[in-house]
């Protein structure tokens, strides 16, 4: 499904110019919008639900409750 | 293994910062470009069959009140490296108590510290070569990892491809439910990722990613109970491997006019303990001012459980068990709320650069947690 979506986006869009991605480099549409709060938000998910991690972060490692 | 000290805590992680900041360089070209503080303070409240705080065949409490103080700061060496550190302390009264905590209290407040380090350097305009490192340590465990990534952007930054992997050991005294300690233990992680962002229009973004996690080793919870129908508890057991992959896809979109932004992504998770999980997240901006914006989220997460997961077992079980409750089926609900101030953008002076944010959030687990908490962070940027 990624795969298809990722190939449906790369042959259906046209290349934005940088000088017209100001939008894009607004702090609400970053990925990351603070690298604290994503860690705080992380932890919490990924301690106690025992599906957390494994995409984009390490899961199952690292940390003493296991999960 | 011994426990930390809050000091030790404290003083360990302000060198662990210093030491990375102080990295060998020309000093003329060094440079702090950014950090952020924040505390979380989390309330967690409700029940577990893995802990033991709670009548013989009945789910134990785990309450809990944990303080989180986060430090992160970026450093520009030369033009083209940049070194980021991490570091979390968590301060925690002990939330599934065990047979020592029980007997003694011994245990009943951890303390851990995290550290994350990561070098990036720009090889060109487009691409960047990064290098990870960093260790966790907390009252029963150590840990260290390492891992490598690539980033590469094409299409006059429209399209952006990140590889990255981890491989992380962790060392634990394995005690038991009834304060037993066979000894040191050890399990180890290795994580790959992909991850792909379109640039849809000049206000759409595309992100999509998949990783894939493989452990080995001793990786059940060594202390947590698992109850038995004619009372008493035995040991936690999983199988010596697990497979864990994910795959998430969000669609990123700004609305100039109404200077709101929205964001919805879609996660779906699979293992070899055949536990499943779907989780649907969603975020509205809405700037009040060009330098203060609200965000109200929305998550929720649906997991089965792991297929060898009960409540209460017979006596004497044999194969793989546990009564975790993070392992068990349940449904999770989060809302949160957020209010930030990009002083950079303000029109008055007195706060510089900097940023400010206040989070709220309450998350209900439909096992029987909850845990409300609340956020203050500080950034600047110089």
């Known amino acids: 499904m990624i795969g298809l979506l990722g190939a449906s986006a790369l042959t259906a869009c046209r290349i934005v110019p940088?000088?017209?991605?100001?939008?894009?480099?607004?702090?609400?549409?970053?990925?990351?919008?603070?690298?604290?709060?994503?860690?705080?938000?992380?932890?919490?998910?990924?301690?106690?639900?025992?599906?957390?991690?494994?995409?984009?972060?390490?899961?199952?490692?690292?940390?003493?409750?296991?999960? | 293994m011994r426990q930390l000290r809050p000091a030790v805590v404290a003083v360990s992680a302000v060198v662990?910062?210093?030491?990375?900041?102080?990295?060998?360089?020309?000093?003329?070209?060094?440079?702090?470009?950014?950090?952020?503080?924040?505390t979380v303070l989390f309330g967690q409240g409700g029940h577990?069959?893995?802990?033991?705080?709670?009548?013989?065949?009945?789910?134990?409490?785990?309450?809990?009140?944990?303080?989180?103080?986060?430090?992160?700061?970026?450093?520009?060496?030369?033009?083209?490296?940049v070194h980021e550190a991490a570091v979390e302390v968590d301060i925690v009264s002990a939330a599934s108590p065990d047979a020592i905590d029980a007997t003694t209290s011994a245990s009943r407040m951890n303390e851990s510290v995290a550290l994350d380090v990561t070098h990036r350097w720009a090889h060109d305009h487009h691409g960047e070569v990064q290098g990870r490192w960093g260790f966790h340590a907390e009252e029963p465990l150590r840990s260290w990892f390492w891992g490598a990534g690539y980033v590469r952007k094409l299409a006059d930054d429209n399209f952006t491809l990140t590889v990255n992997g981890v491989i992380s050991m962790d060392w634990f005294d394995s005690y038991g439910p009834y304060g037993d300690r066979p000894g040191l233990k050890q399990r180890h992680a290795y994580n790959g990722n992909l991850s792909v962002s379109q640039v849809l229009s000049p206000t759409t973004i595309l992100d999509a990613a998949y990783?894939?996690?493989?452990?080995?080793?001793?990786?059940?919870?060594?202390?947590?109970?698992?109850?038995?129908?004619?009372?008493?508890?035995?040991?936690e057991k999983f199988p010596g491997t697990r497979l864990r992959q994910a795959a998430t896809v969000r669609v990123s979109q700004h609305l100039p006019?109404?200077?709101?932004?929205?964001?919805?992504?879609?996660r779906i998770y699979h293992d070899d303990f055949d536990l499943d999980a779907h989780t649907v997240q969603l975020f509205g901006y809405q700037y009040v001012t060009p330098w203060l914006y609200a965000r109200l989220g929305y998550r929720v997460h649906h997991q089965d459980g792991a297929s060898f997961y009960m409540d209460v077992f017979p006596d004497a079980p044999t194969g793989y068990r546990t009564s975790d409750s993070d392992l068990a089926p349940f449904t999770a609900h989060e809302v949160t709320a957020k209010l930030a101030l990009l002083a950079d953008r303000a029109p008055f002076a007195v706060l510089?650069?900097?940023?400010?944010?206040?989070?709220?959030?309450?998350?209900?687990r439909s096992n029987d947690l909850s845990i409300t908490w609340g956020a203050l962070s500080l950034g600047y940027k110089f």
């Open chain 2, 257 to 266: 006019r109404s200077h709101t932004t929205v964001k919805a992504s879609y």
């Open chain 1, 18 to 67: 940088k000088n017209r991605q100001g939008y894009l480099n607004d702090p609400t549409m970053r990925a990351s919008e603070s690298p604290t709060e994503d860690r705080a938000r992380r932890k919490l998910h990924t301690a106690r639900e025992g599906a957390g991690g494994g995409d984009g972060e390490p899961a199952g490692g690292g940390c003493a409750c296991g999960n």
């Open chain 2, 211 to 235: 990783g894939a996690t493989f452990q080995a080793g001793l990786l059940e919870t060594t202390w947590n109970a698992v109850p038995m129908v004619g009372g008493g508890v035995a040991r």
């Open chain 2, 48 to 81: 577990g069959y893995q802990s033991q705080d709670g009548a013989d065949g009945e789910p134990g409490s785990q309450q809990a009140i944990i303080v989180e103080p986060l430090l992160w700061a970026r450093l520009r060496q030369t033009p083209t490296l």
């Open chain 2, 16 to 38: 662990a910062l210093v030491a990375v900041a102080a990295a060998p360089a020309p000093a003329a070209a060094q440079a702090l470009e950014a950090f952020e503080w924040r």
């Open chain 2, 352 to 364: 510089g650069r900097a940023n400010l944010d206040v989070v709220l959030g309450h998350y209900r």
